[in-house]
């Protein structure tokens, strides 16, 4: 099937920006579709698909899965997110995992509105993440954090919930407080001054 003028000048418009974004992306598996890396700090990535549709350009990405606890305080968090959302709007899947969606017309994608689409992904998915972790699977992370202190295994992954996750009674952290992350995720121990 052919595609319109409309979807051609648009997924050049689309191509053009992912080459000058300086962003890892690739081609998806649907015509007209590419996926795209949004690096956070919070959420560390964030993958988007832009579809070049016949009528619009549509953005879809996963930012969590389905929560295991606190159905209703999850949900209802994600509705009143979705109010103050800037041309994106939290969705479920038939599975209940959380995505975010939005869609312009062809006729208004330009390089701008391609990054203004994108920056909203990013900002809500980093934004929001570690908020839906504690209300959708705090749980899950004590018994992780749980789990790795009884292995001496690191916390490092946790550190941002610690104050959530550590019971008074339990044994010290064997990462301990003075440990920092570096940028590869490991972590780095400050020991004590050097003579």
Do not use: C
């Not at 700090?41 to 929560?67: H, I, N, Y």
């Amino acid at each position: 099937m052919s595609r319109s003028a409309a979807a051609l000048a648009a997924e050049q418009t689309v191509q053009a920006w992912l080459a000058a974004s300086g962003l890892d992306h690739d081609l998806g598996s649907r015509q007209g579709e590419y996926l795209v890396a949004l690096p956070g700090e919070t959420k560390l990535k964030t993958t988007a698909s832009l579809l070049v549709g016949d009528q619009s350009l549509s953005v879809s990405a996963f930012v969590v899965r389905r929560p295991d606890e606190n159905h209703q305080a999850f949900y209802r968090w994600l509705l009143a997110r979705n109010l103050r959302l800037p041309g994106v709007a939290f969705a479920l899947d038939s599975l209940g995992d959380v995505f975010l969606v939005g869609k312009l017309p062809l006729a208004a994608v330009t390089d701008d509105a391609i990054d203004h689409l994108l920056g909203a992904v990013l900002a809500a998915a980093d934004s929001s993440f570690n908020d839906l972790l504690v209300l959708g699977f705090l749980d899950s992370m004590r018994r992780e954090w749980r789990w790795r202190i009884e292995r001496g295994e690191s916390t490092a992954n946790l550190a941002a919930f610690k104050h959530l996750l550590v019971d008074p009674a339990e044994p010290a952290d064997p990462a301990g407080p003075a440990d920092a992350t570096d940028d590869t995720g490991g972590t780095l121990r400050e020991g004590p001054p050097a003579d």
